[in-house]
């Protein structure tokens, strides 16, 4: 297939560093609100599934135009080639979204698409009964935000964020796409040490290890669009290979990751075993007061306690202090937490360097940020 109009999707304030990622793919990316768009061939479909940290998902754009009423959106969708994507027997379920628009009843909107794709195929496959349905599928998506309907085949499958290596995890897991995130917006290099104190479930230093060791996050899992029939296996094969040679496996890490709770320590090492990653990550139960640190130019890395849950605002707000304290005295070490309370540097003790807004799903945070001092150059 020639080029095709393929989109990232991001969350909320991550835009930047999709689009960072989509053109260091080597693709040209135009940034909207919660997407980038870019062309590609089957290959970037593949590579973009297999290397995107912080996207949530890759699609293809199969039509965008606008539509006031629903006999516009019926033309319209059955204009768009979907014999192309869709094979006979494809499974097509469609879903849905509206914002701002004349269309706002969703559910009507999906049926139409649904009847316009049918009626479609029918035609292309001169088909006289039911499409069966019963093959490779193919995620639609219509999606309406000021009268304009964009209309998304999805690539991925699960998210992005499921990696295939969570065995397990505590309360509050942070999704792998967002742990990326913030390990991408630190200074860190994999020369210098990297910790994170509240580790639970371990998906930031997990996410640390595979930036640092440049191994694609996708590799240890599947995508949907493995079994399309247009989708040639040796593309994937070509993206997998490359991914291979791309690893940097020799790559030294000194990557730590702790928490109070000894049973999730466990769980972080199992998950570090799934990602493949053996004992490239130390765990070990220790409680972020106790830290302790010779070595120097680290990167600390964490997703603390907020306190929002009733009755532990002050025990959270006296824990930020003692950790102020305990983390103030490094002054070669950069300390990046995220939390979303707004109060933060009072406990901490200290005005952050920089602060920026960032979601946890539907919490606001704030990403707060320590910079230390800078490592020494390295001779030539
Ligand atoms: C929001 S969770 C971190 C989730 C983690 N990022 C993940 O992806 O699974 C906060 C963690 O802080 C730990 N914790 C709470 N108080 C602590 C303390 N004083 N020292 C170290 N860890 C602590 C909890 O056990 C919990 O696992």
């Known amino acids: 297939m020639s080029k095709l109009e393929l989109i990232a999707t991001a969350a909320m304030g991550l835009e930047s ?43 293809i754009k199969a039509g965008e135009f606008k539509a006031y009423t629903f006999d516009e959106l019926f033309e319209k969708t059955k204009s768009i080639p979907w014999e192309q994507f869709l094979p006979e027997n494809a499974e097509f379920p469609v879903s ?47 999606s309406l935000l000021k009268d304009v309907a964009t209309l998304t085949i999805d690539t991925s499958g699960s998210g992005l964020h499921k990696r295939g290596y969570r065995v397990d995890q505590g309360e509050a897991p942070l999704k792998e796409t967002l742990a990326a995130a913030l390990v991408m917006l630190t200074n860190w290099t994999p020369e210098r040490p990297f910790a994170d104190l509240f580790c639970g479930s371990g998906t930031i230093p997990i996410e640390a290890a ?59 090492a199992e998950n570090a075993f799934e990602a493949g990653l053996g004992d490239l990550v130390n765990f070990k139960q220790m409680r972020v007061q106790d830290f302790a640190v010779k070595k120097d130019y680290g990167v600390i890395v ?13 025990a959270v707000e006296q824990m930020y202090k003692e950790m102020g304290k305990v983390l103030g005295a490094l002054d070669t070490w950069s300390v990046y937490i995220m939390t979303s309370n707004e109060q933060f540097e009072q ?21 707060y940020q320590y910079w230390g001092k800078r490592p020494p150059r390295r001779s030539e």
């Open 210 to 268: 595979l930036i640092g060791q440049n191994i694609a996050p996708g590799f240890n899992r599947e995508f949907v669009s493995e079994s399309w029939d247009w989708m040639p296996d040796t593309v994937w094969e070509q993206a997998r290979n490359e991914a291979e040679d791309m690893a940097k496996y020799d790559q030294p890490l000194d990557i730590t990751g702790s928490d109070i709770d000894h049973r999730l320590v466990k769980i972080a």
């Open 96 to 142: 849905g979204k509206s914002q701002k628009s004349k269309l706002f009843s969703v559910s009507d909107c999906q049926s139409i698409v649904k009847k316009a794709i049918v009626e479609r195929l029918r035609k292309a496959y001169k088909k006289t009964s039911w499409l069966e349905e019963n093959g490779p599928l193919f995620k639609i998506e219509v």
């Open 347 to 367: 406990f901490y003790g200290r005005p952050a360097t920089k602060k920026r807004k960032l979601f946890n799903g539907f919490i606001r945070t704030d990403f």
């Open 17 to 59: 560093l999709v689009a960072k990622e989509v053109r260091d793919l080597g693709y040209e990316c135009q940034v909207e609100n919660g997407r980038i768009t870019y062309k590609g061939d089957e290959l970037a479909i593949a590579r973009s599934n297999l290397w995107l940290r912080t996207a949530d998902r890759v699609k």
């Open 302 to 314: 964490s997703n603390p306690p907020y306190g929002e849950r009733l009755g532990e605002k002050n």
